[in-house]
């Protein structure tokens, strides 16, 4: 048997009831295996693949705080440390209940590749809970942040480990963090990224993650003889990067027309109002269908089982942008019928594997999240950049690297899938470009 596939049957065997880690890892592993084929005995003789899908420490805690009614509440609490190879951990913290270990050591192990990707000095890592802040006060939320953060404390810093937002994480939650961080450690330091502008966060970095997608969306297509003005785009979700891609794509000449949240989704031929958006998702914290209620143009759709969605909209892009697993070999066949050419990942594996391969197979220009929601990591490690040197850059100097950061990206991972013979398949460019970078530092720092 080759050493991946030994690898990988290794991983199915030591981490059951894992089903996205055991997909995060076949996805991988199937795009290195040409490089690992190459070099297998030394490879091998390392146990490199082990050690590459084995964390380098995992910390799983209980997390106990008291509700509105007086009532003790707990949660469960993960950071899994996945790989610094090349940096210290840098990750976001997901909030929602649909958390487990499997989910986090998913995220963690996408998130070694994609950092590396960013050219950036950062390792990978993951965390969250299964807490849901969905419904809860802001008293409670704030509750919930500083007993995550009272037991958390002990293995995150600056220098260490360096925690940010995900689902369910955004602002709110960053700063009752951070305040509970520098209380207990009586240190003032970028330990969190994603924090307020007036304690240390960077211009840019809300916006970061869906724009990122969209300067390296239209890269893309522009390699491939593209242009993205004027094109009909659909997104998936309505939190932090659908919000931003859907801003970015105005910007560049486009027209979404879609979004989504766990209730429904919208359909709004006119175009999303992207500050009515805000208003109902970021301000309000509603449901889409107060969206439809102000907008005569857009229709609100019930979520339901075994429908389209958003992917049912002609459309000539297609922006996932919610959550893992959310576009499936159906919805692919509907987009390709419908005429999409290029489908841009901003959410962590939200295409399934058959549905990746379909539209490969049907030549839609395929990037996956990795690669085109790099942008919100790398800003993250800009805004480390500026903690540091304790100093904070305009909004146009970081957008402007961000923007560089985006580009360089899209050319190594097209690079990459030339060199191993893999023309336009940038899930194999973006697995083996992410991963030479991490194995060299592996191997060049010994059995650790
Ligand atoms: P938010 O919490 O801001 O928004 C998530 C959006 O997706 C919401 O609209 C939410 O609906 C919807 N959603 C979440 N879970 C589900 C589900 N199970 N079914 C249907 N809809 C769902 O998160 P982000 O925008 O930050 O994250 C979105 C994706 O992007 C995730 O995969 C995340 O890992 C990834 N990502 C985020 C980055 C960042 O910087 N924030 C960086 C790179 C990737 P509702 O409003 O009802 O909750
Ligand atoms: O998936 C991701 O890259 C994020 N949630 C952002 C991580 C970060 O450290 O900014």
């Given at each position: 048997m080759s050493y991946v596939d030994e690898v990988y049957d290794l991983v199915v065997e030591k981490n059951p009831s894992q089903p996205e880690f055991h997909q995060a890892v076949k996805e991988v592993l199937e795009s290195l295996r040409v490089v690992i084929e190459a070099n297998e005995e030394k490879y091998r003789k390392d146990a490199l693949l082990?050690?590459?899908?084995?964390?380098?420490?995992?910390?799983?805690?209980?997390?106990?705080?008291?509700?509105?009614?007086?009532?003790?509440?707990v949660n469960n609490g993960f950071r899994v440390q996945f790989n610094s190879a090349i940096g210290p951990y840098k990750g976001g913290l997901r909030l929602h209940p649909s958390v487990n270990l499997g989910i986090i050591k998913f995220l963690g192990f996408e998130q070694i590749f994609k950092n590396s990707l960013t050219g950036l000095p950062i390792g990978g890592g993951k965390g969250g809970s299964d807490f849901d802040p969905k419904g809860k006060s802001d008293r409670e939320v704030m509750a919930f942040c500083q007993s995550f953060i009272t037991e958390l404390h002990k293995y995150i810093g600056a220098d260490t480990d360096v925690p940010a937002g995900d689902i369910g994480t955004g602002a709110r939650e960053i700063g009752f963090m951070y305040g509970q961080y520098k209380r207990l450690t009586g240190l003032y330091e970028g330990v969190l990224t994603g924090k307020g502008l007036s304690y240390g966060g960077s211009l840019a970095r809300t916006e970061a993650t869906g724009y990122g997608l969209l300067y390296l969306t239209e890269e893309m297509l522009k390699c491939n003889g593209r242009d993205i003005k004027n094109k009909i785009v659909a997104v998936s979700g309505a939190g932090n990067v659908a919000i931003y891609a859907i801003q970015k794509a105005q910007q560049l000449g486009a027209k979404p027309v879609t979004c989504s949240d766990s209730t429904g989704w919208i359909y709004d031929p006119a175009g999303i109002d992207v500050a009515l958006l805000k208003e109902v998702k970021e301000?309000?914290?509603?449901?889409?269908?107060?969206?439809?209620?102000?907008?005569?143009?857009?229709?609100?759709?019930?979520?339901?089982n075994g429908e389209h969605g958003v992917w049912s909209i002609k459309c000539d892009i297609a922006l996932p942008c919610a959550t893992q697993n959310e576009l499936d070999l159906e919805d692919a066949k509907m987009l390709v019928a419908n005429g999409c050419f290029a489908v841009a990942e901003g959410a962590n594996m939200p295409t399934t594997m058959d549905a990746t391969e379909y539209f490969q197979k049907n030549n839609v220009l395929f990037c996956p999240g990795k690669a085109s929601n790099a942008g919100g990591v790398a800003t993250s490690a800009l805004e480390m950049s500026q903690n540091s040197e304790r100093l904070s850059w305009t909004f146009k100097e970081v957008d402007s690297k961000l923007k560089d950061i985006m580009v360089n990206i899209f050319h190594s991972i097209d690079d990459a899938s030339k060199q191993y013979g893999m023309l336009r398949n940038y899930v194999a460019g973006a697995n083996i470009?992410?991963?030479?970078?991490?194995?060299?530092?592996?191997?060049?720092?010994?059995?650790?």
């Open positions: 082990e050690r590459l899908v084995t964390p380098e420490r995992q910390i799983l805690f209980r997390v106990p705080w008291v509700d509105d009614k007086g009532q003790v509440q301000v309000k914290r509603a449901r889409l269908s107060e969206y439809a209620a102000a907008r005569p143009s857009a229709e609100y759709h019930e979520k339901k470009a992410g991963f030479l970078k991490v194995a060299e530092a592996m191997n060049a720092q010994g059995i650790v």
